[in-house]
């Protein structure tokens, strides 16, 4: 900060009665040059203040504007990729990749670091920092530190849980035996299988039971809502996942990351590809025997791009079906567990009504059928009460939920 110039000091003469006239008008002559001098060395400070307040003035009007833009106009997203002097940073943009040198406002120029995540104008400068709120890292991905689902709450899939507890369970828990044996552990388990089976009940089952941190991308969230971002933040889940060991990875809808190159080079095609190249950088460069377990979903198996399932990447695939008739006796067990249902309830029978519903649909029948109670003024769950939900499930959604839970799957 500048300092405030020193006031000058106010002349002062003293000016001897005993002098001749000629005398004292030199001294008063002397005097007047002194004042005019002091003077003159005032208005110049009062200028310079002046300028200064000027300046002052053009400063809180550029910040006012700036804070006008800011208000009123769209930003945009880039990360910040180096400092350099002059408050001058290269930023890339998310979406297209482009670089561009730009200014930071001087407001914000010592918040500025090199990885942030800001928003820019039209005009690429750097308008204000990204925290970690506004951070999409924390929006795209559900951290559970403990999971709540154990394997019993899982019905009519017990051999996919077999398989699933040996792919990951064991190498975290008991990854000697893999040392002795002289193998490595599958890399990463690919659940497949139509909606609603209980594939990500089954990915934090397990890490409920090996007491590892939960953690959960959506394929789709990645292409659809962070548009730009994919690779970073399968950089940050990785990276996530490694502070938070033991840890279970769950990528759901691996599809939208991972479909077959398409022909078309659109610049979302572009983004999709680079999101997977990251993803698959991430896989290979991890070791298989450490703490952390990777698990993806999808229901649209036939349309995976083959390289994930190269080995060394996603290289133990486990198929999640429907459940067949004994699957969905035992899942109408699990839902009802808590409810109060009359004894009279044939569940046998009920499954095998209850052809080609998903354990979610099951779920859903066990609500609706709990409603038909609530409606009728009673608190037990009547057989009744099941086939009536059937019916209107059935009269509902003909058109879609029922069919629609192969309709993706072939
Ligand atoms: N096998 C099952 N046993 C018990 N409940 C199940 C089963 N499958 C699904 N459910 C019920 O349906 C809900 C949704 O299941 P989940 O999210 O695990 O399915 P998903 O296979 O991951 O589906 P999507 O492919 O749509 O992501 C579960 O919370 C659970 O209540």
Not at 301 to 325: C, H, K, S, T, W
Not at 366 to 394: C, L, Y
Request: hydrophobic share 35%; glycine share 6%; no cysteine.
């Amino acid at each position: 900060m500048s300092r405030s110039p020193s006031v000058p000091e106010r002349p002062h003469r003293e000016i001897d009665p005993d002098l001749s006239d000629d005398e004292r008008l030199e001294a008063l002559r002397g005097h007047f040059e002194d004042l005019t001098e002091v003077r003159d060395q005032l208005s110049e400070q009062l200028d310079a203040a002046e300028e200064r307040r000027e300046q002052l003035r053009e400063k809180v009007n550029s910040v006012e504007r700036e804070n006008e833009t800011l208000k009123s106009s769209s930003l945009y997203i880039s990360t910040v990729e180096d400092v350099l002097e002059d408050d001058e940073v290269v930023v890339k943009q998310h979406g297209n990749n482009q670089e561009v040198l730009t200014d930071v406002s001087p407001r914000i120029a010592e918040s500025v670091e090199s990885g942030d995540r800001v928003a820019v104008n039209d005009s690429f400068s750097i308008q204000t920092v990204l925290d970690a709120e506004t951070d999409a890292r924390a929006q795209a991905m559900e951290i559970a530190e403990k999971p709540d689902v154990s394997y019993d709450e899982i019905g009519g899939i017990d051999e996919q849980v077999q398989e699933v507890r040996e792919a990951v369970e064991q190498p975290l828990d008991e990854p000697e035996l893999f040392e002795d044996v002289g193998i490595e552990p599958p890399s990463g388990v690919l659940l497949h299988g139509p909606p609603g089976t209980g594939k990500t009940m089954l990915a934090k089952a397990v890490a409920t039971e090996t007491d590892a941190t939960f953690i959960k991308m959506a394929g789709s969230e990645l292409v659809r809502k962070f548009i730009g971002e994919g690779s970073r933040l399968v950089r940050d889940l990785f990276e996530m996942a490694r502070e938070r060991e033991p840890a279970i990875i769950f990528i759901d809808e691996i599809d939208a990351i991972a479909t077959t190159r398409t022909e078309s080079k659109t610049s979302g095609d572009a983004e999709v590809q680079r999101t997977m190249m990251q993803l698959l950088s991430e896989m290979d460069g991890f070791e298989a025997r450490g703490d952390i377990r990777i698990i993806a979903a999808t229901n649209r198996f036939d349309m995976l791009d083959r390289a994930i399932l190269r080995p060394g990447r996603f290289d133990r695939l486990i198929e999640v079906p429907e459940p067949n008739q004994e699957g969905r006796e035992q899942i109408l067990e699990i839902h009802t567990r808590e409810m109060a249902v009359d004894d009279g309830i044939d569940f046998a029978d009920l499954a095998a009504e209850t052809e080609g519903y998903s354990g979610a649909e099951i779920e859903s029948l066990a609500t609706e059928a709990g409603m038909f109670a609530v409606r009728d003024d009673r608190t037990e769950v009547r057989h009744e009460d099941f086939t009536n939900a059937i019916e209107k499930i059935e009269d509902d959604d003909s058109s879609d939920v029922i069919s629609s839970a192969g309709y993706f799957y072939q």
